[in-house]
């Protein structure tokens, strides 16, 4: 697919390997509506459209990466903007009791959108890890 615009930039097959359909490279491009709480050239932090707890914030590159492992390996860098991005969403937040990070990852972990994401959940005591 031709890149359209400035606004399609992130969504080139030339820059990204990926078609547009992908949600998130949509919601990054603003094609898709979020609730944005934090953005860098690089990276956006949008609320999750069905929080597990009273935060619940996805952290994104906006460029395509499927998973943390792609992520980490073709641009570490990136993934540091990431990590620095959801220390800022955790302290814009009022997380000082504290929050979890996770970034489920391939099939076993039910990621469900193939675009890197982190999800940051706090506002309340998180309980155990896992339910199970
Ligand atoms: P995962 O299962 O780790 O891939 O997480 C995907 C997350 O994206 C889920 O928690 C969904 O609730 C969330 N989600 C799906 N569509 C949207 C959307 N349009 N805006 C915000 N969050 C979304
Ligand atoms: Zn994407």
Redesign the pocket.
């Given at each position: 697919m031709p890149c359209d615009g400035p606004a399609a930039v992130p969504l080139c097959v030339e820059f990204s390997g990926v078609t547009n359909d992908c949600?998130f490279c949509r919601?990054a491009a603003g094609e898709?509506p979020?609730t944005v709480v934090h953005e860098t050239d690089t990276t956006l932090a949008?609320?999750?459209?069905?929080p597990?707890a009273p935060v619940?914030v996805?952290v994104i590159p906006k460029a395509h990466h499927a998973d943390v492992a792609a992520l980490a390996e073709a641009a570490p860098a990136l993934a540091g903007e990431v990590l620095a991005a959801i220390a800022a969403v955790a302290k814009a937040e009022g997380l000082e009791d504290g929050y979890r990070v996770?970034f489920?990852s391939g099939p076993h972990?039910?990621?469900?959108?193939a675009h890197v994401?982190a999800?940051v959940l706090g506002g309340r005591p998180l309980g155990p890890m896992l339910a199970g």
């Open positions: 949600l919601i898709i979020a949008f609320r999750d459209i069905g597990k619940h996805l996770i489920n972990s039910g990621q469900e959108v994401h999800h």
